[in-house]
């Protein structure tokens, strides 16, 4: 069973910076960290859960557009870990921030939360103004 646990969420003033990261364990072989698509995602109470970043198995990215240019995803699979670098922070990026994997073939970056298997428990994100 594929673990994830977020750390570093927090309360910033608007403008500030955020590093999230995430750390996996519990691979079952032949797959490791690097047999998985991973993602940041974040939801608000009352919301749908809306993607924020996410990053393949093969190293490509992708951006929701409101966090673009802000944000940056990154993996260092020899450490089995997500991040997720936040830079000019807005209150509207206040919400609980969640690290998700799910297994993928040929590098495939998902982005859709249905091809995700495995998530977090979250990180609380809070940017005031």
């Known amino acids: 069973q594929v673990q994830l646990v977020e750390s570093g969420g927090g309360s910033v003033q608007a403008g500030g910076s955020l590093r999230l990261s995430c750390a996996a364990s519990g691979y079952t072989s032949p797959y490791t960290y690097s047999s998985y698509s991973m993602g940041w995602f974040r939801q608000d109470p009352g919301k749908e859960r809306e993607v924020v970043a996410a990053?393949?198995?093969?190293?490509?990215?992708s951006y929701a557009a409101s966090v673009k240019g802000r944000f940056t995803i990154s993996r260092v699979n020899a450490k089995d870990t997500l991040y997720l670098q936040m830079n000019s922070l807005k209150p509207e990026d206040t919400a609980m921030y969640y690290c998700a994997a799910g297994l993928t073939f040929g590098g495939s970056c998902y982005t859709r939360p249905a091809d995700f298997s495995y998530w977090g428990q979250g990180t609380q994100v809070t940017v005031s103004s």
């Open positions: 990053i393949g198995s093969g190293g490509s990215t």
